[in-house]
């Protein structure tokens, strides 16, 4: 789950950890509008900023105007519907710091650059060496030594400070299943550090044991926005593409290897849609949903390799959408594994054709589609 | 010998009394896996396909020296278990679970790398040795015995080429998937290690997919290290810029993780790449 800043602000508050004064507006309550200050439009997409979604302003008429110009935006298809107005602050210098996880190195990451307050990607792309990047052992925590040198590279005087501040970003990334805390940019005023930005998301997959944290911020994000924040859970995988067949698969893996294996046979899938490997009758069903909603395709093509996976439960799904769903649609199924006799068995006797070959059933169904132009 | 299980493997099957745990106890069995021990706190006593069951992995490891786990246990409770079965001496540990908090993998990995243990997923299919052993959720007719080791991120990926080798009559030594979640345990690098070290494998097959760049990195250490023939096939080829297909790292950005770079580096370091399963067959059939 993606923060909104605001809500990011809210958590570093309660863990000591220093941020502007400021109030949340939104288009029906602007009765805390400030000035001077710097109005932020509140969205979960990055680059607000370029595109006019931050604004300064020093009296109240800029203010109000600034409010008008920033909730009439539309970022990144990201309609704004709140606004946080901040103090403006005495900014020296603008630090970079973040830490998430590096899956490919096992390890979670922190990283603290002294080019704060811009792209941070672009600085890596062009920059690397002003970005020091350092993995920290989840069992031992952020050592001293690793705080030192954090500090050393960003050329902070305050070391005590600056431990301290560190400190609580960690407990904070342990104790509220983040995957990622980054502060851009992280100031430096006479007061000391300021996280003047704040970007946070929370791993869905520990809802069960953050159950009252991810109601509350849920809550907060459907009265300002009046929709649901992005949902975790759900184990479809949908993309939708350009071309006229239906690709259901049961794997990510086959799933991209039977979608280069359409191209290389002429077709185009029409989406690229994954159920996982451990489903059920109910995702088999809701994924046919899913796909067959989108009316340019001109056949479907199911691959299923079950290892947890039953195909018994598989034919069982597609055959209930079917039923309840009459079509003339070519429909070519590959169905192996798992209890793959009863499931082909169930298919067979409901009359559907299945494939044991991969490249057969692609190529039948490139050709059903072809066809069907 | 094979890598990673073979017949002298024994193996515990974490959160035995549960649907998946009974389901896939039964279908180790079958393949002839010795499955020494179940464990599910609070289930002592029971059996499950004939299999003793008991409160703790010590118990379990007291009268029944097991020394690989596959642990079915809920994502909530993954962590503690991998914990019990890590500190209890298991060099082996399968999590073929999905969804674990991801601080809690993070902690599960930290705990076996200072501790040399293999831990394989989360979110993983698991490992065969065909006519050996299996410890994973791999349909046994799509594998036989031979000497091509498979190393996949994906399970499914597995199966479709361990079937394809299979069909063609081409048999394996290990089979292993590595999961596909957006942490993992062992990796592409780890495995073709073991591979290239096995007596048993002759050809080492690597499946990848577009994002990440382990791929790239196992490519790296074939380059420096492997004398044995390496055939690859990179998925997602055709995979649209920007999108997630299914797996957490497959995904493009930019020019980072294309199928073109990974492929790229693997012809670079000597590797035959396929384009299609039954390319990796033709090649395998030319080396060999």
């Known amino acids: 789950m993606k923060l909104y800043e605001f809500q990011g602000k809210a958590l570093f508050e309660e863990a000591g950890i220093p941020i502007p004064r400021g109030a949340l507006v939104t288009a029906d309550s602007r009765k805390d509008l400030f ?32 409010a008008d110009s920033i909730l009439s935006l539309e970022l990144k298809g990201e309609k704004v519907s709140a606004l946080l107005v901040e103090e403006k602050m005495d900014i020296r210098r603008e630090y970079y710091l973040a830490v998430t ?62 431990a301290a501040f560190v400190r609580r970003i960690w407990k904070l990334f342990r104790e509220k299943d983040a995957v990622l805390v980054e502060i851009n940019p992280l100031v430096v005023t006479d007061k000391g550090l300021v996280a003047l930005d704040s970007k946070i998301e929370l791993d869905d997959d520990a809802l069960p044991r953050q159950k009252a944290l991810f109601e509350t911020l849920g809550a907060e994000q459907l009265r300002i926005t009046g929709q649901e924040g992005e949902k975790g859970g759900g184990t479809i995988t949908y993309v939708p593409l350009e071309g006229n067949v239906g690709l259901i698969s049961d794997g990510a893996g086959t799933g991209m290897l039977t979608l280069d294996l359409i191209r290389d046979m002429g077709g185009e899938a029409a989406d690229f849609c994954e159920m996982g490997g451990l489903t059920s009758p109910e995702v088999m069903y809701s994924a046919l949903e899913q796909v067959l909603e989108d009316k340019r395709i001109k056949s479907l093509l199911v691959v299923l390799i079950g290892g947890f996976n039953r195909m018994d439960e598989m034919a069982e799904g597609i055959l209930k959408y079917f039923s309840d769903h009459k079509s003339d649609l070519p429909v070519v199924v590959r169905l192996c594994g798992t209890m793959e006799e009863e499931g082909s068995r169930m298919m067979t006797e409901a009359g559907y054709p299945v494939y044991d070959d991969l490249r057969t059933a692609v190529s039948d169904a490139v050709r059903f589609a072809a066809e069907g132009e | 010998m094979a890598i990673l299980v073979n017949e002298n493997t024994r193996v515990i099957v974490q959160g035995i009394t549960g649907k998946s745990g009974i389901l896939q106890t039964k279908s180790l069995l079958e393949y002839g896996t010795s499955v020494v021990a179940g464990v599910t706190p609070g289930k ?56 674990i908090p991801k601080h809690d993998v993070l902690d599960i990995l930290a705990y076996a790398e200072g501790r040399n243990i293999r831990v394989i997923g989360p979110g993983t299919a698991g490992v065969i040795s ?50 596909g979640g957006p942490i993992w345990g062992m990796n592409q690098r780890d495995a073709v290690e073991l591979f290239n070290d096995d007596p048993e494998t002759e050809i080492i097959v690597l499946l990848g997919e577009i994002g990440g760049g382990t791929e790239i990195a196992a490519a790296e250490f074939i380059a420096k290290a492997v004398k044995k023939p390496v055939v690859s096939l990179i998925v ?22 294309t199928a073109a770079s990974k492929i ?13 399963p039954a390319q990796v067959v033709d090649i395998i059939r030319k080396l060999g």
């Open chain 1, 101 to 162: 996880f590096d899956g490919e190195a096992r390890t979670p990451l922190f990283m603290v650059s002294p080019s704060g307050g811009m792209d941070i990607e672009a600085v890596a792309d062009r920059e690397p060496e002003k970005i020091l990047k350092l993995p920290v052992d989840p069992l031992w925590g952020i050592t001293d030594y690793k705080i030192r040198a954090m500090a050393d590279f960003l050329g902070y005087e305050d070391k005590k400070e600056f």
């Open chain 2, 44 to 99: 002592r006593g029971n059996s499950v396909e004939g299999v003793p069951v008991f409160d703790s992995v010590v118990q379990a490891m007291e009268r029944c020296t097991p020394n690989a786990a596959i642990s079915f246990v809920p994502p909530m409770f993954a962590k503690d278990a991998a914990m019990e079965a890590m500190e209890v001496g298991i060099e082996l540990l399968v999590l073929t679970m999905e969804g």
């Open chain 1, 35 to 66: 000035a001077p200050s710097a109005v932020k439009a509140q969205v979960l997409s990055g680059g607000r900023g370029k595109a006019g979604g931050v604004l300064l302003v020093s009296n109240m008429e800029e203010a109000e105007k600034a």
């Open chain 2, 236 to 257: 997602g080829r055709s995979a649209p810029e920007g999108k997630s297909l299914g797996h957490a790292g497959a995904i493009i950005r930019g020019n980072k993780g």
């Open chain 2, 130 to 179: 065909p006519g050996k052993c299996k410890l994973g959720a791999h349909p046994s007719r799509m594998f036989i015995p031979g000497k091509v080791g498979v190393v996949s991120k994906s399970g499914a990926l597995s199966y479709e080429v361990g079937k394809t080798l299979t069909d063609a009559g081409i048999g394996q030594s290990t089979v292993v998937a590595l999961g």
């Open chain 2, 264 to 276: 790229e580096a693997l012809e670079r370091a000597g590797v035959h790449v396929a384009l299609s």
